[in-house]
């Protein structure tokens, strides 16, 4: 029981400090009008910790089921305290809106002292006009 709250106490001292580092992607929300049968959404992932980091991109609907958006680029490699420009393009499917979570995943490399995987989601919704 002492060690738990030792561990509990010690999880509570360390956790505001890996907030405060969390990756980031703005914008976080966002509407777009097109004219064409997609929409366009441009990202900035952002990497705040001390290292390199893999990002990938995924877009997916309000379902979290996967979306097939074109993504340029969908993988790369992001430096220390670096952000990046991502075009996403999302296509209507013949609707005249689509609600769409666009997220920015960072993958650990192999054999790093960390391993977590973390996301971050935006939404954005495209509706399209005639």
Not at 16 to 37: H, I, K, W
Not at 42 to 47: C, G, M, S, T
Not at 65 to 73: F, G, L
Request: net charge positive; charged share 15%.
């Amino acid at each position: 029981m002492k060690h738990a709250r030792i561990l509990a106490a010690a999880l509570a001292v360390g956790l505001p400090a890996l907030a405060a580092n969390a990756q980031s992607m703005s914008p976080m929300r966002g509407e777009v009008n097109s004219f064409t049968d997609a929409f366009a959404v441009r990202v900035f992932p952002a990497n705040p910790y001390g290292q390199k980091i893999k990002v990938e991109i995924h877009v997916y609907d309000q379902n979290f089921q996967p979306v097939d958006a074109k993504i340029s680029p969908s993988v790369f490699q992001l430096g220390s305290q670096a952000s990046r420009p991502v075009l996403v393009v999302v296509p209507f499917g013949g609707a005249a809106e689509r609600k769409v979570r666009i997220c920015t995943e960072s993958i650990p490399f192999p054999n790093q002292q960390t391993q977590i995987r973390a996301q971050i989601c935006g939404k954005f919704f495209g509706h399209r006009k005639s």
